[in-house]
T-cell receptor, first 115, second 108 residues
Framework: SAVISQKPSRDICQRGTSLTIQCQVD?????MFWYRQQPGQSLTLIAT?????????ESGFVIDKFPISRPNLTFSTLTVSNMSPEDSSIYLC????????????FGDGTRLSIL | GEDVEQSLFLSVREGDSSVINCTYT??????LYWYKQEPGAGLQLLTY?????DMKQDQRLTVLLNKKDKHLSLRIADTQTGDSAIYFC????????FGKGTRLHILP
């Protein structure tokens, strides 16, 4: 299965600042996604990262708050902008590698705390 | 809309079998997944089943799918302390929808 690496693994940030999370996959990727997992909750899809074009955002998530880049097939970034304590969550990168009929794998996540 | 439901907690004695149940609503789901999340870790794909299958077995894990009732279960045989985690059921058509997770607690 694919190895999905996220950086940083955790961070503590000040209110009003922004943080960019990187995601690198070690094999051919057909689809990449970003999820949020708030404390004690399940996973919520933020957006699908599209290679070479704007990400596709889910209801409740906007590009100004969560800009996403995907400059090539195996790398993506998620920025959490103008952070507030409500943004304290785990942010997870996910990918489908190989064909679209392959399962979806996850990175270990970035644990973000906003003071 | 699409929804995935699972019970929030399950306690099982070490050595017994654990059965975690899940129901879903999207009849067009093509894949159904079980993920494991240990404390402080990301999601580990445990196993998955295609919607045209009834059962899949992988060592101590058995997945049963009742497509008519939209019911999925995960059986863990000979439950061990290392199985203590949160187990997420998920369905996928064009995107994955997760349940809220079942926290499995192992009793000595």
């Amino acid at each position: 299965s694919a190895v999905i690496s996220q950086k940083p693994s955790r961070d503590i940030c000040q209110r009003g600042t922004s943080l960019t999370i990187q995601c690198q996959v070690d094999s051919q990727v057909t689809m990449m996604f970003w999820y949020r997992q708030q404390p004690g909750q399940s996973l919520t899809l933020i957006a699908t990262a599209n290679q070479g074009s704007e990400a596709t955002y889910e209801s409740g998530f906007v590009i100004d708050k969560f800009p996403i880049s995907r400059p090539n097939l195996t790398f993506s970034t998620l920025t959490v902008s103008n952070m507030s304590p409500e943004d304290s969550s785990i942010y997870l990168c996910s990918a489908v590698t190989g064909g679209s009929n392959q399962p979806q794998h996850f990175g270990d996540g970035t644990r973000l705390s906003i003071l | 809309g699409e929804d995935v439901e699972q019970s929030l907690f399950l306690s099982v004695r070490e050595g017994d079998s654990s059965v975690i149940n899940c129901t879903y609503t999207d009849s067009s789901s093509t894949y159904l997944y079980w993920y494991k999340q240990e404390p402080g870790a990301g999601l580990q794909l445990l196993t998955y089943i295609f919607s045209n299958m009834d059962m899949k077995q992988d060592q101590r894990l058995t997945v049963l799918l009742n497509k008519k009732d939209k019911h999925l279960s995960l059986r863990i045989a000979d439950t061990q302390t290392g199985d203590s985690a949160i187990y997420f059921c998920a369905e996928r058509d064009d995107k994955i929808i997760f349940g809220k997770g079942t926290r499995l607690h192992i009793l000595p």
